[in-house]
C-alpha cells in the first residue's frame, strides 16, 4: 500500500521531467545536472515551507475576509513557492558552464520545480490516499511544471540578455509571471470558483503560452548549434 502511493506520488514528476528533457532536442543538458537541479527541488520545499508557516503565522493575521484568501494564495503560496524555486536555480544551474542557451532556463527551471513538486507530493499522497494522488498527477504537478516553465524561459532570456536592463527586466517577468499564474491556480481552489474547475482552462491557457515559448527557445538552440 505504501509502495504504492509512493510511486504514484513520484511518476508524475519523473515523468514531466523526461518530457521537458527530451524538448531540449538540439544540445541536451546532462543527465546529472538535470537530477541534481531536481534535488535542489526538495531543498527550495523546505524553504517554502517554513517562509509559509511564518507568514500565515504573522501577515495573515493582519487582514481579514476576503483579504485572507487574496494573500494567502498570490503572496503565502504563488510568490514564496516560486521564490524558493527561484533562488536555488539562481544559485544553482543558473551559475553552471552548462547553462548556455536559453532552453536550458526551461530544463534546469522546471527540474527544481519537479522537485519541489514530487517533495510536498510524497505527503499529500501518502496522507490523502489514492485519490488525492490521481488529482495531484492531473492538476497539481503538472501545473509546478508550467509555471516553472515560463519563470525558465525568462531566466534563460535573462541570461542572455543585451544589457542589464532587459536582465533585470527578463528576470522580473520570470518570478511575477510564475508567482501570478501560481497565485491564481490556488486562488481558484482556495474559493472554489466554478467548484475549482477553473484550474482546467487555466492550465490550457498557459499551455498555449508555454507552446510559444518552447518553441521560440527550440530556434534559438537550433540557430546556436548550427553555429557550432
Known amino acids: 500500500m505504501i509502495f504504492g502511493l509512493f510511486a504514484l506520488a513520484i511518476a508524475p514528476g519523473v515523468f514531466l521531467i523526461i518530457y521537458f528533457y527530451l524538448l531540449d532536442k538540439y544540445e541536451p543538458e546532462p543527465v546529472r545536472k538535470v537530477l541534481v537541479s531536481f534535488f ?32 494567502k494564495a498570490f503572496i503565502v503560496v504563488g510568490l514564496v ?34 522537485g519541489f513538486a ?7 499522497v501518502i496522507k ?16 509546478h511544471s508550467f509555471f516553472a516553465a515560463i519563470m ?3 531566466i534563460g532570456r535573462a541570461k542572455f540578455a543585451y544589457n542589464k536592463t532587459q536582465k533585470y527586466v527578463f528576470l522580473f517577468l520570470a518570478i511575477s509571471l510564475s508567482s501570478f499564474f501560481h497565485g491564481l491556480y490556488d486562488y481558484i481552489l482556495f474559493v472554489k470558483i466554478l467548484y475549482g474547475l477553473a484550474i482546467v482552462p487555466l492550465l490550457i491557457f498557459i499551455y498555449f503560452i508555454l507552446k510559444r515559448y518552447i518553441l521560440v527557445a527550440q530556434i ?4 546556436r548549434v548550427s553555429k557550432l
Do not use: C, H, W
Request: aromatic share 16%; glycine share 8%; net charge negative.
Open 220 to 223: 534559438d538552440s537550433k540557430r
Open 128 to 143: 490523502g490516499g489514492f485519490s488525492v494522488g490521481i488529482m495531484r498527477a492531473i492538476l497539481s504537478v503538472p501545473a
Open 118 to 124: 514530487t517533495f510536498e507530493n510524497i505527503f499529500y
Open 40 to 71: 535542489l527541488g526538495f531543498i527550495s520545499a523546505i524553504i517554502a515551507v517554513v517562509l509559509e508557516i511564518l507568514l500565515e503565522s504573522t501577515i495573515l493575521n493582519m487582514f481579514s475576509g476576503f483579504f485572507v484568501q487574496i494573500i
Open 152 to 154: 525558465g524561459f525568462y
Open 81 to 114: 513557492e516560486e521564490s524558493s524555486k527561484y533562488f536555488m536555480v539562481m544559485v544553482g544551474p543558473y551559475k553552471s558552464s552548462q547553462f548556455n542557451e536559453i532552453m536550458d532556463g526551461l530544463v534546469y527551471t522546471v527540474a527544481v520545480s519537479l
